[in-house]
Every structure is written in C-alpha cells, then in structure tokens.
C-alpha cells in the first residue's frame, strides 16, 4: 500500500471513447501530480496542482486531456476521444516537501 | 521532454554482483532522486540527494552526485534477483521545464540472474 489509491487499475477502451482516471493522494499532500508512461519510456510530467489549483500543464497534455481536482482533495483525469497513441500507464504522485509518493497507476489500452 | 538520460539502457549480472547505473542531467537540481519500477507497476523511491551533498547511503544502495558535471550514479551492491526492475533517476529543480515536477530520464532495466 503506497498510500496513493489510482483507479481503475487497468482500462480498455474503443477509439473514440472518453474515459477517466480517478487520483486519490495522501491526504495530507497538497501537491498532486499526473504522469503518462510508455512501454519503455520514463514518466513524462502532463500535469500539476497544488491544491485545487492547476499551476502547471505540459505541452503533451493536449485539449482532449482534462485534469481536475476538486476541494483539493482527489484528482480526475479525463481523455475525450480516444486514439491509440493514447495507450499508456497514467501515474499519479502526489508530495510534501521533497517526498513524491507515486500510486501504482493505469493502464489504459486503446483499441 | 526528459531531463536525464540513465546508462547502460540494460543491464545482466549475476547474482552476488555490483549494479552501477548512471545518470546524466541538463539544468540545475534541488535534488535528485532514484525510483524502481518492477514491471507494470508503480513506482518506488529509493534514495534522494541533494545538489549540496556528494554521497549518500541506504542499506546496498549508494548514490553519487557531480553537479559540476550534471551526473549522478547509483550503485547496488551484493545483487539479488528481486532487484530485478527498471531503475529510473528524477531531478527536482527550480529550472525544470515542468515547474516544481519531477523530471525523469528513460532508465535502466536491470536483470539479475540467480
């Protein structure tokens, strides 16, 4: 148990479905983070908040991405229309001080 | 984009063996950070150092940094086949691109045979 609560764990879906991620952090972390990893690859930041606020978007969040989090407690993330290129585990962290705590993630699969 | 980039991308030794993984960076760091990855899974911390400190140990780890030379190492000693998994270093900086995130490098996979 890392502390970090992702679901659902695994996701399969149809191009051109949306589909969203549910983020649960320590609750004493006001920081919250989204990843997107590739088989491969390293995590790529996609987005941050602090608290409820989102203060920092990468370039690979397009406009089909949309993260939220409401009361700065739990964070959603949502893919409208789906692509393959899509597919990827989707991580969260979330952090006090300089301690990241990462959840296990999901898997998203596009077919 | 990524900050580092880990060397050697794969890594088999034998059980009993040493595991040196390096890291290199871009920009300047608060700190840097190690994570393991077993397969299909998230991510654990490892160790953290910060950009004032040169050396740092935790049980068979031990983690190296230059900042005059934008690198980090970490070496595992007396392997096991259960520290079988991809190894990825992060960096923590004000010039990151991404702000206060972490920023990681593609990894290292280690393979450890019994």
């Known amino acids: 148990d890392t502390g970090v609560s992702q679901n659902p764990r695994h996701k399969i879906t149809k191009r051109g479905q949306n589909v969203t991620f549910r983020c649960d952090p320590i609750?004493?972390?006001?920081?919250l983070y989204w990843y997107r990893q590739t088989l491969g690859q390293g995590p790529e930041f996609l987005t941050y908040?602090?608290?409820?606020?989102?203060?920092?978007k990468s370039r690979l969040l397009s406009d089909r991405f949309s993260a939220e989090r409401p009361k700065g407690s739990f964070s959603t993330l949502e893919i409208q229309r789906t692509e393959q290129g899509d597919s990827a585990m989707y991580l969260c962290?979330?952090?006090?001080?300089?301690?990241?705590?990462f959840g296990s993630g999901t898997r998203l699969t596009v077919v | 984009s990524q900050q580092g980039e880990e060397d050697p991308q794969a890594l088999s030794i034998q059980e009993g063996e040493n595991a040196t993984m390096n890291c290199s960076y871009k920009t300047s760091i608060n700190n840097l950070q190690w994570y393991r990855q077993n397969s299909g899974r998230g991510l654990v911390h490892l160790i953290l150092i910060r950009s004032n400190e040169r050396e740092k140990h935790s049980g068979r780890l031990r983690v190296t940094l230059d900042t005059s030379k934008k690198s980090s190492s970490l070496l595992i000693t007396a392997s096991r086949a259960a520290d079988t998994a991809s190894y990825f270093c992060a960096t923590d900086g004000p010039t990151n691109q991404a702000g206060t995130a972490l920023i990681f490098g593609k990894g290292t996979t280690l393979s450890v045979s019994s």
């Open positions: 609750s004493e972390h006001n920081r």
């Open positions: 962290a979330s952090r006090v001080g300089s301690g990241y705590t």
């Open positions: 908040f602090q608290n409820e606020a989102q203060l920092e």
